[in-house]
């Protein structure tokens, strides 16, 4: 069994930043992508960003820029710094991650519950 959880999120000024993390445990053989998606109020859930394990990066073009996403594979952790933070940034940011728990098994796709960012002034 492998859960994500995600940290970081909270209240911050336009112009401020945060930093998420989002930490896979459990049954983990290998990790593969990683990504993080939000979803604003009223709207659909969107990608944020997303990186391959070789380390290439995708960034929607509202944040390119603005954001980063990096990966640790030794903490099975994936981050989201994100700066010059705007109010229609506010909403729940869940991670991705495409995992393989067993040597010989497809990697399978985990969902974090989520954390909250608002952006307000």
């Known amino acids: 069994q492998v859960q994500l959880v995600e940290s970081g999120g909270g209240l911050v000024e336009p112009g401020g930043s945060l930093r998420l993390s989002c930490t896979a445990s459990?049954?983990?053989?290998?990790?593969?992508?990683m990504g993080w998606y939000r979803r604003a109020p009223g709207k659909e859930r969107e990608l944020v960003a997303d990186?391959?394990?070789?380390?290439?990066?995708n960034y929607a073009d509202v944040v390119k820029g603005r954001f980063t996403i990096s990966r640790d594979d030794a903490k099975n952790t994936a981050y989201l710094q994100m700066d010059n933070l705007r109010p229609e940034d506010t909403a729940v940011y869940y991670c991705r991650m495409h995992i393989g728990a067993k040597e010989h098994e497809l990697p399978s796709i985990y969902w974090g519950r989520g954390t909250q960012v608002t952006v307000f002034s």
């Open positions: 459990g049954s983990i053989f290998r990790m593969e992508a």
């Open positions: 990186i391959t394990k070789l380390g290439d990066t």
